[in-house]
């Protein structure tokens, strides 16, 4: 059977805001943009250590998809979400769930969630599986 996924392009998020989002993502989390274009209301950031583009633009009327501020379930990986809360914590960003050990028939990691300026919520783990 062939593969009808092949890798994993881009994520898109909504935003409100051009300028809000990209002093978040850039000086919050410390993001390269790749582009930015207030007037067509897009952002495009690289994401350490993958190909894996992070996108958001500004929701066209009647255009599908979630409402800005709904997005949940992305997962960024380090390797101390405790420290990352802390940096994003000081750098201005909204820890919206505290670093948590979870116990999985895995094994055990660490989660931790964070909110972008239009309450989009990302999760921070260092699970490696």
């Known amino acids: 059977m062939s593969e009808v996924v092949a890798g994993l392009h881009s994520v898109t998020v909504h935003i409100r805001d051009v300028p809000r989002a990209q002093r978040f993502y850039t000086e919050v ?14 952002l495009v950031f690289a994401l350490p250590n993958s190909t894996t583009l992070l996108t958001m633009h500004v929701q066209g009327p009647g255009e599908g998809g979630r409402e800005p501020g709904t997005v ?3 997962v960024f990986h380090h390797p101390d979400p405790a420290a990352a809360c802390r940096e994003i914590a000081r750098r201005g960003g909204a820890i919206t769930l505290q670093p948590t050990t979870v116990e999985s028939a895995l094994g055990s990691f660490v989660r931790a969630a964070f909110a972008d300026p239009d309450g989009n919520e990302f999760l921070l783990s260092n699970r490696t599986d």
């Open 29 to 42: 989390l410390g993001l390269r943009a790749l582009l930015s274009d207030e007037r067509a209301g897009r």
């Open 72 to 74: 949940s379930g992305i």
